[in-house]
């Protein structure tokens, strides 16, 4: 049986569930679970939501655009289903705001993290796919998809990484520097060497994030152009 906030979230999703029992496995993170003693978390659904989107956003990518190569198209589709993608497309529908989360956890700081947001989205795609069907899931994956104009790409790491080894034949060195916090709220702080020099440092709530962070300031510092040569725009014709 679903609360009323989570029906309003059926609504916002424009999908009602035959069994609200899958959208609720969708919104179950582990820490809930560890607290509540719950059958399960969202973890399984997540890992199939990740290949569903996969899947959506390469056909689309495939059929849309039929003269582009397929380096182009992997570019593309790595932007689109990254964590900070889907971490923006969460936010648009305010998904944070359903999700259950164990004390320690329930906050708004973590209810907003790029980690938790970008898992949930993928949870919730997976469970539409096994409630509806994959053009049920399309469906709603393309509603995000096509309103978004301009893909432009907030992946600090693979952009430092293209340009280290474009210019100095070398990957960039992550280093962890500092950890703090209690575990639900752990910190992170990262820097980033470029060619042997310090270019960057960042924080986060995970390496992940720490490393994105420190990957921006680098490209700041290094002056990298951010005009990304993959900047795409999807319409609903296929572009030639």
């Known amino acids: 049986m679903l609360s009323k906030n989570h029906e309003k979230l059926q609504k ?3 999908y009602e569930f035959n069994d609200p029992e899958i959208l609720i496995t ?57 964590a900070s993608n889907l971490c923006a497309w969460a936010k648009k529908i305010c998904l944070g705001d359903y999700v259950f ?3 320690g956890e329930n906050t708004r700081e973590a209810r907003q ?11 919730v795609a997976g469970a539409i796919y096994l409630d509806g069907g994959f053009e049920i899931s399309k469906k709603f994956v393309l509603k995000f998809l096509d309103v978004q104009g301009e893909i432009i790409s907030q992946d600090y790491k693979s952009r430092l990484q293209e340009f280290s080894q474009s210019v100095y034949k070398k990957l960039p060195e992550y280093k962890t520097v500092r950890e703090s916090g209690p575990d639900h709220n752990r910190k992170f ?22 490393q994105q ?8 510092r290094c002056k990298i152009p951010t ?11 296929p572009r030639t």
């Open 12 to 14: 916002v999703i424009e």
């Open 227 to 237: 005009s990304f040569p993959y900047k795409q725009c999807l319409s609903n014709k």
């Open 113 to 123: 993290r790029e980690g938790l947001l970008s898992d949930v989205f993928e949870a």
């Open 101 to 103: 989360l164990g004390r």
């Open 189 to 210: 702080e990262v820097v980033v060497y470029v060619h042997k020099m310090l270019s960057g440092k960042g924080t986060g709530n995970s390496k992940r994030e720490a």
């Open 26 to 82: 969708a919104l179950t993170h582990k820490s809930y679970v560890a607290r509540t003693g719950t059958k399960s978390c969202n973890e399984r659904m997540e890992f199939l939501g990740d290949s569903i989107l996969s899947a959506i956003v390469v056909e689309t990518l495939y059929t849309r655009y039929p003269h582009k190569p397929e380096g182009k198209l992997s570019q593309l589709k790595a932007q689109i289903v990254s």
């Open 213 to 220: 962070s420190a990957a921006k300031q680098a490209i700041k």
